[in-house]
């Protein structure tokens, strides 16, 4: 359910929206704050309030300018893991050429459909945050599959049908870790309770500028409504970065429909 | 795109010049629409929010130079183990029966001189850029030949691990090549950039001399950091980039002999 209300979130136009929105509750609240107390009131406060703001913003800050960088981060290794998977896939392709048939035939079969999968059932389901079953009832098969050819017993061809074999199953385990760990990367965003502390940071660091008391009550407008807007700005772009495979903003399959079009063209396919 | 392929220090005259120029029309403006006397007494308040916008600011500018310097070494390193693995390829060849002998050493050379004159310039170009297909074509083949041998030696076996590090490194520098910093993270950072210079334009400094000059100078920094990891951002496109001398001096190698 999470993940669901996650890619809706994710639009570029509700992104648009929590902006304004933002930017108009912050301006809102300190229109209120003015008529309710004076200027000149709040004004003897500015230096002590100045002292703990200095504190509570720069804190914040460096929360919310991590947090940009780490999602970032985070972004970049879920297109990495992608291109990573690609290619154990496209290995195990080939590999599988120089096994005796029809396992051989079997495996860049199974190969292929989870290449093919991936791309048309498992992408739009892990905008939600979910996987597909058939993905991992073909990984499981491609998996037994391999696990059940027969270890080589021609003496003169051992050696090298034994580094072919530990190849291959290297590649397998390869395989299943990348794939977990970008299913991983579509379903976990930062815990809830780190989203609370931005949030509710976000509006303490705002609401507390309507303490201090400016002469000039445009400009005290004008920086509100500037704090408002990179503050929830990078809100979103922490949100729309943390899910790398949810909403208008995500890592495409191109790795594996590269894989598909080189199964397709390439001369070591038996299929 | 444009500016990415222009001369880097004109051009990045030319923007710096732009944004400072704009941010003195900025500051003029605001000192004549907000009088000193008002803009004065606000100093202190306004120095301390704008405290934290220009934390933020300057911690996600700072991040941002310092990892696209990263990847642009990550992406020098993946490039030199790439050549490298052609030119022991090529090497190990040698060790290979008639025709595959042959065919590989062909094949290397063919990669090498192929991926340094053809590949190079269609690197990132498109986020989908899959490089040259007769690139991907010579190294599929070489793959393929590699596979399709039966090795009767360790040192022959050798060469289906080379030949697999090839591919992955090929994919990673492909991959490289269009992976900078995301759209949003770039509207974050102009936009930010942006609210910190103009922050400035409401303090009160007797003295506008003094004030235009730290706009002036706080301008010049932020604007030449952005044009930096903007030049930067994608190892092997523009002027800053990434060279394919590994791989000629793989091909010069692979000649040599």
């Known amino acids: 359910v999470q993940g669901k209300e996650a890619s809706k979130i994710m639009r570029i136009s509700t992104g648009l929206l929590i902006v304004a929105l933002a930017i108009l509750i912050a301006v809102g609240g300190l229109v209120l704050v003015q008529r309710l107390y004076s200027t000149d009131q709040r ?87 979910r996987s597909s079953p058939k993905a991992w009832d073909t990984l499981d098969e491609l998996r037994a599959t391999i696990l059940g050819l027969k270890p080589p017993t021609d003496a003169k061809q051992m050696g090298y049908d034994q580094m072919r074999y530990e190849e291959i199953l290297v590649q397998l385990h390869d395989l299943g870790n990348a794939r977990r760990e970008r299913l991983l990367a579509a379903e976990q965003g930062l815990p809830p309770i780190l989203w609370v502390v931005l949030f509710l940071g976000g509006v303490i660091t705002v609401g507390f500028t309507y303490l201090f008391g400016l002469n000039n009550t445009l400009v005290h407008l004008l920086m509100v409504a500037a704090l408002a807007l990179i503050i929830s700005m990078s809100l979103f772009t ?23 079009e080189r199964f397709r063209e390439s001369k070591l396919s038996d299929l | 795109m444009l500016i990415r392929e222009a001369p880097i220090l004109l051009w990045g005259v030319v923007v710096i010049l732009a944004a400072v120029a704009f941010a003195l029309a900025g500051q003029a403006l605001v000192a004549r629409l907000v009088p000193m006397h008002i803009r004065v007494a606000d100093n202190t308040a306004l120095g301390t929010i704008y405290s934290a916008l220009y934390v933020l600011n300057a911690l996600a500018l700072a991040f941002s130079l310092f990892f696209v310097g990263s990847s642009y070494r990550e992406a020098e390193t993946t490039t030199n183990t790439e050549a490298h693995t052609v030119a022991d390829l090529y090497q190990l060849a040698d060790q290979f029966p008639e025709p595959q ?89 102009l936009v930010g950039g942006v609210m910190t210079i103009s922050f400035t334009f409401f303090f009160g400094v007797e003295g506008s001399w003094l004030h235009r000059a730290s706009i002036t100078a706080l301008t010049v920094l932020v604007v030449l950091i952005l044009y930096t990891i903007y030049r930067v951002e994608y190892p092997f496109t523009g002027h800053i980039q990434v060279r394919p001398a590994d791989f000629e001096a793989a091909l010069h190698s692979m000649k040599g002999e």
């Not at chain 1, 960088?69 to 896939?89: F, G, H, M, P, S």
């Not at chain 1, 903003?249 to 191109?254: A, D, E």
């Not at chain 2, 690139?135 to 041998?149: G, K, N, P, R, Y």
């Not at chain 2, 490194?169 to 090549?177: G, N, T």
Request: contains cysteine.
């Open chain 1, 43 to 129: 004004k003897q406060h500015n230096d002590v309030a100045g002292f703990i703001y200095a504190v509570l913003g720069v804190s914040y800050a460096v929360l919310l300018g991590l947090m940009l960088i780490a999602v970032w981060e985070k972004w970049n290794a879920a297109e990495a893991l992608t291109t990573d998977e690609a290619n154990e896939l496209a290995g195990i392709f080939w590999f599988a050429h120089a096994l005796p048939q029809p396992e051989g035939r079997h495996i860049q079969e199974l190969v292929r459909s989870y290449a093919q999968v991936v791309v048309e059932e498992e992408w739009p389901l892990m905008a939600q945050g």
């Open chain 1, 238 to 260: 922490v949100a729309a970065l943390d899910y790398p495979f949810s909403g208008d903003i995500r890592i495409h399959p191109s790795a594996y429909e590269q894989d598909l």
């Open chain 2, 101 to 189: 002998r042959h065919r590989m050493q062909d094949l290397c050379r063919s990669y090498a001189r192929v991926v340094a004159e053809e590949e190079w310039p269609l690197l990132g170009q498109g986020r989908a850029s899959r490089g040259s297909p007769h690139a991907q074509a010579l190294a599929d083949e070489l793959v393929q030949t590699v596979e399709d041998f039966e090795p009767t030696t360790s040192t022959q076996e050798q060469a289906l691990t080379l030949v697999q590090s090839l591919d992955d490194h090929r994919e990673l520098r492909l991959l490289q090549s269009h992976q900078g910093i995301p759209a949003l993270l770039w509207i974050v950072l």
